[in-house]
Nanobody, 126 residues
Framework: QVQLVESGGGLVQAGGSLRLSCAAS????????IGWFRQAPGKEREFVAA???????IYENPVRGRFTISRDNAKNVVYLQMTSLKPEDTAVYYC????????????????????WGQGIQVTVSS
């Protein structure tokens, strides 16, 4: 089964940028739809963005226009480029994978994802 490892998190000032990476091993990432989720302290995990096998993408409203999800199947990596970061973006970010035959449909529901990374902290200071 595929294992996922996030990297690229850290502390950034409001207005800054970070790029998160989700590296896959034990599987070919091109076989999977990938989602990014986040969980802030005291809050439920929420959807951020998802990308289908053929790179169709969807975004939750608070991040649309600021975050960009992309994939590099040759490197077995999915990225989340985050710009214009706000303090409310502070959370632990998780990537998740679902093995699917659907090429064009990104998935926003966490229960559809079978594989999860361990999460990485993103902190945006004001």
């Amino acid at each position: 089964q595929v294992q996922l490892v996030e990297s690229g998190g850290g502390l950034v000032q409001a207005g800054g940028s970070l790029r998160l990476s989700c590296a896959a091993s034990g599987g070919t990432i091109s076989d999977y739809g990938i989602g990014w989720f986040r969980q802030a302290p005291g809050k439920e995990r929420e959807f951020v963005a998802a990308i289908s096998r053929e790179s169709n993408s969807i975004y939750e409203n608070p991040v649309r226009g600021r975050f960009t999800i992309s994939r590099d199947n040759a490197k077995n990596v999915v990225y989340l480029q985050m710009t214009s970061l706000k303090p409310e973006d502070t959370a632990v970010y998780y990537c998740a994978a679902e093995r699917t035959d659907y090429l064009f449909v990104p998935v926003a529901e966490s229960q559809d994802y079978a594989y999860w990374g361990q999460g990485i902290q993103v902190t945006v200071s004001s």
